[in-house]
Every structure is written in structure tokens, then in C-alpha cells.
């Protein structure tokens, strides 16, 4: 059967029609490292990695890195861009595949962009899915799209709020904190919030 997200989104990056890639990782990464968030030996799992330049950062920052896409284009630009970098590792797959799960879980998820790239009503199917992706007392680490006052009939990317973020994940995690980050791209400042969720038991 087709995946329907798996040909759009490989024919945008064909296309070159990336406008949400800005060559380089967002600079909220800086502050989960900052922070300390996530143990030195946890291994990081980052979905819709695109270009895999957060996915990078954090293998910079010496975390064991996954990163999943379900674009091949997506994949074999990461692979081509970041060649040879040690603890990082890039996968074809889609993150709502149930067989994710059983083949390995994370100490730690990274989503930046990933959320906002699915439809809104798969939003609780992607709440289950980072859970199952993670190990018992996983850290869901997320820089959310907000406040775009892009359209829902218009996106991607599909804007979440605060409120409604709070109220999809606190079924399945712990909110650590939230924040406004202290540094992104100038053309996203008030528009992201920076969350940190525990997974539940
Ligand atoms: C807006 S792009 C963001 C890419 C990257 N996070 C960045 O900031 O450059 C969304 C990404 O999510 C990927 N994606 C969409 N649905 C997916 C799914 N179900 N499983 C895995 N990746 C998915 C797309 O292929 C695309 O690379």
C-alpha cells in the first residue's frame, strides 16, 4: 500500500521545496545541552530528522543519535551531509511503524518540526508512538511550532498550542518544565516553546 506522507514528503525534498531547512540545527539545542536534560549515556532518537542537522548537533555533543525519516531523500541527504560522524546513525522508516518500537528503544527523543509536519488527527497516534519509542523514565524533549497563525487548512506545518500540547502528551508524560527557548531562528522567535516531558510508567 502507499504511504501517502512518505511520497509527499520525498518529492519535496526532490523538489528542493525545503523552506523549513535552514541548513544547520536549531539553536534551542544549545540550551537542552546547556541544561544538562538528557544523561550523558542516554541514546537519543530524533523523528523527522530531514536533513539531520539536530541529529548532528547532539552526536557532536557526544550523544549516541539516531535519526528517523520517512523520506528517502531526506535520509540520503543526512547521510551525504553528515558522513562518517561517530555515534551517528540515520533510518528510512516511518515513526508511527508499531515494529520501531520492538527493535530498540530511547533514553531520550529530540522533536523539532517532526510534530507539525503530521496531520493534526494523528497528533494522539504520535503522543503513543514516542512513548513506546521510549525506555521507562524516557525524556520526551520538544521545541513546538506555536503560534504560527498559519491555518490548519493551509499547513504543514500544522501549529500546535501550549494548552493543546499539555493536553495531548500529559496522558502518556510528566511535564519537567516549559519554556519559551532562549535562542532560535529570527524568523521563529515567539513562535516555538520549548518542553521537557518524563515518560510515565
Ligand atoms: C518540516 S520537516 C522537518 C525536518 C527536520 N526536523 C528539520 O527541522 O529540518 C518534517 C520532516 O518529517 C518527516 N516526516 C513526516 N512524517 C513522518 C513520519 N510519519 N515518520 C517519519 N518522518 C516523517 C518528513 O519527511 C520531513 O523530513
Redesign the pocket.
Known sequence: MVNE?EVQ??QR?IDGD?P???GTY?PAVLEIFAKQVIPADAEVL??????G??ARAFADAGYSVTG????VS?VEGAEAMHVGVEGLSFVI????DPELPRQKRYGAIWE???Y???RPEQRKSYAEAVYNLLEEGGLFIALFFTNTETPLSEG??FETSVEEAHAVFSNYFDLVWDKEPADTFPARVGCEQLMVWRRKS
Not at 530524533?46 to 536533513?51: A, I, M, R
Not at 528517523?68 to 523520506?71: E, L, R, S
Open positions: 506522507a514528503w520525498n525534498y525545503t523549513w531547512d535552514k536549531t530524533v523523528p523527522g530528522c530531514g536533513f542537522h539536530d528517523v525519516d520517512i523520506a531526506a522508516a516511518d515513526l508511527f523539532h518540526t517532526c507539525c509536519a503530521i504543514p506545518p
